[in-house]
């Protein structure tokens, strides 16, 4: 049971460069979701999806894109990579948006943007 | 605006001993309150989840304590381990299910 799983676990990019971080999850979750963890900060939501084909966006989605053509898959676009986005990155699922169950966390992407 | 805030930010204890976090929101309409471990390079793992009527939730070693009148919230860890040592988030889900996160207590345990 490999529960939610991310790629790459780090990524170096320079300045304006494209890139998708991948997220996948093998409990049939319905609700998934992205966040940046900066230091000294709770973690921020940037995208969630409520299902497939379902996306919305969060307290940060500026820079960010997302798609849900599948229950599995969640991945993040950095559209054109800024110093500002460098952060660790989560993803997360959970079996929907409105229950009391935990969400599950991947181990997180070290993204640093030169 | 709502908010979480932990307290304390940091801190050092000795292997055996025990220690209790803090967790104060301002969070309402409030829905339930989750306490997370972080350890180094890992995502958070879930460890209690506590909704308004539960004052006490226990899961091995870990008790949170919730006091939905004056929104605060404790993380008591007893006879610590290193594996203890990690960062401590609680997280605090609002009736619209919109969450919350704390930055978090890292908890240093040593021999």
């Known amino acids: 049971n490999a529960g939610v799983t991310q790629t790459p676990k780090f990524q170096v990019l320079k300045t304006g460069q494209s890139m998708t971080l991948q997220c996948a999850q093998d409990?049939?979750?319905?609700?998934m979701s992205w966040y940046r963890q900066d230091p000294g900060m709770g973690l921020r939501l940037i995208h969630y999806s409520v299902g497939a084909g379902i996306t919305d966006q969060g307290e940060v989605p500026n820079g960010y894109n997302v798609s849900r053509s599948t229950t599995e898959d969640f991945p993040l676009r950095l559209l054109s990579a800024a110093p500002s986005q460098t952060s660790v990155y989560f993803c997360?699922?959970?079996?929907?948006?409105?229950?009391?169950?935990?969400?599950?966390f991947g181990d997180g992407t070290r993204l640093s943007i030169l | 605006k709502n908010q979480v805030e932990q307290s304390p930010q940091s801190l050092i204890i000795l292997e055996g001993k025990n220690c209790t976090l803090q967790?104060?929101?301002?969070?309402?309409?409030?829905?339930?309150l989750r306490w997370y471990k972080q350890d180094t390079g890992r995502g958070p793992v879930s460890l209690t989840i506590?909704?308004?009527?539960?004052n006490t939730k226990s899961n091995g070693r870990y008790t949170a304590t919730l006091d939905a009148d004056t929104k605060q919230s404790s993380l008591h860890i007893t006879a610590s381990q290193l594996s203890d040592s990690a960062s401590y988030i609680c997280v605090v889900s609002a009736s619209d299910y919109k969450l919350s996160f704390g930055a978090g207590t890292t908890v240093t345990v040593r021999a």
């Open positions: 506590m909704t308004f009527s539960e």
């Open positions: 967790c104060n929101y301002t969070v309402s309409p409030f829905s339930n």
């Open positions: 997360a699922s959970s079996y929907n948006s409105q229950s009391n169950q935990p969400q599950h």
């Open positions: 409990m049939n979750h319905e609700y």
